[in-house]
């Protein structure tokens, strides 16, 4: 009643009740409003139930307030600065609302506020209670959403009748249960990149703003064509170093990196780059031992993707150098996925960022150096061996 005689955007999220309405789809889709029938979905026994706020369709916020109260919900609402203006020094400090947990009697409404990002997805924030703030008020731990930052693609909508009652769903429910154990969210450090540049001047001449623009419009055709084919990819080597040390692509890298996990490979990847103009420049290795491709894009930039491999303690991507046949290893510590806004797009890096780059680049990361050898400068770097002769036309093909 509330949120529709007041025009107030809302979806349900809740995990338990979509995966309900999942099962039960067909019984839904049947039901017409206000049919009486049991209350077999909301009236699951649970302490909250969850909804998405399209903060960018509310228009109310405050009027909406005072007619929850006099309804009789106890309502606590958390804010924090917005994210979005982190990067521009008069605006940064911004507070925007995160979450609201609305109170009625032993049942809570956790009302998730989405934000729109660059890149075309939802964003919300992590629901940290300040010190006045009644820790009792609900119990906190038990909510689904708000323990870190999650993103999510935009979902498109559908209207049903559950319980007799209209509520919007994500029109893929499958899709969107299967991204909220995956969407946990890291910002770009906008403070820590504004020191950077303090302490190392920017590089903005014609040439390295050339190279950005590319590199950006290359990643963001490297994404969409590994989005198409469904394969994870994430930001690595100089292209990651750059996302979280500066903000920004580094001028003098010369190419952009992705990762891949080997168990996410598919046979049709260097056909799918082909298709959309990126020529396969070489192929070292072979899919049981150190892939690794590189694609040719516009003005000499290439973009490089290393394959992934996991061990019992450690995960490792191989190089081969082509004059030699001699073998190459780089460990890395075990890590996961995050996603990040980076060139206006929502794309996976390394949660344990600073881990990953530690292996890469040693304790001096944050320090430029723009002389670097791949077979001797990364500390993680270790020999692994000669690939026989008799296998060179397979694992080195240079085009």
């Known amino acids: 009643m509330l949120t529709s005689s007041q025009n107030v955007p809302v979806f349900l999220i809740d995990p338990l009740i979509l995966e309900l309405i999942n099962k039960d789809f067909e019984q839904v889709k049947n039901t017409s409003h206000g049919s009486t029938s049991e209350c077999k979905f909301f009236c699951v026994p649970r302490d909250f139930t969850a909804f998405a706020l399209r903060y960018h369709l509310w228009k109310n916020e405050e009027g909406w307030f005072r007619i929850a109260e006099n309804m009789g919900f106890q309502c606590l609402k958390i804010k924090s600065k917005d994210p979005r203006l982190d990067g521009i020094d008069s605006l940064s400090g911004t507070e925007i609302p995160l979450h609201y947990v609305c109170r009625l009697a032993n049942h809570a409404i956790h009302l998730v506020v989405f934000h729109e990002r660059n890149g075309n997805y939802l964003w919300h924030g992590h629901l940290r209670l300040k010190g006045h703030m009644d820790r009792k008020f609900v119990p906190f731990r ?109 001028p003098y890298s010369k190419d952009v990196d992705l990762g891949i996990f080997i168990q996410d490979y598919k046979s049709d990847i260097i056909s799918a780059f082909q298709d959309v103009g990126l020529p396969l420049k070489h192929k070292f290795g072979k899919v049981e031992d150190s892939l690794e491709l590189s694609f040719q894009g516009k003005d000499d930039i290439k973009l490089d993707i290393f394959f992934f491999y996991e061990e019992t303690d450690h995960m490792w991507n191989g190089g081969t150098q082509a004059k030699t046949g001699k073998k190459f290893k780089y460990l890395f510590p075990k890590f996961t996925l995050c996603w990040t806004e980076f060139v206006d797009m929502k794309i996976h890096v390394p949660c344990e960022t600073i881990e990953y780059l530690e292996a890469n680049y040693g304790k001096s990361w944050k320090i430029p150096v723009k002389t670097w050898d791949w077979k001797r400068s990364p500390p993680n770097v270790r020999p692994n061996g000669i690939w026989p002769i008799s296998e060179w036309d397979e694992v080195i093909q240079l085009y």
């Not at 969107?176 to 906008?190: A, D, N, Q, T």
């Open 142 to 250: 038990k909510l689904q959403f708000g323990r870190y930052p999650g993103a999510f693609d935009r979902p498109e909508l559908k209207q049903i009748t559950v319980d007799g009652l209209e509520v919007f769903i994500p029109k893929d429910p499958v899709h969107f249960l299967e991204e909220i154990p995956h969407s946990r969210f890291i910002e770009c450090r906008y403070k820590e990149a504004r020191a950077f540049f303090q302490q190392y001047l920017d590089d903005n001449t014609v040439e390295a703003m050339a190279f950005r623009k590319n590199a950006k419009e290359l990643l963001q055709l490297a994404a969409k064509t590994l989005k198409k084919l469904g394969v994870r990819f994430w930001l690595s080597s100089g292209t990651c170093l750059g996302w979280y040390r500066q903000c920004n692509i580094i």
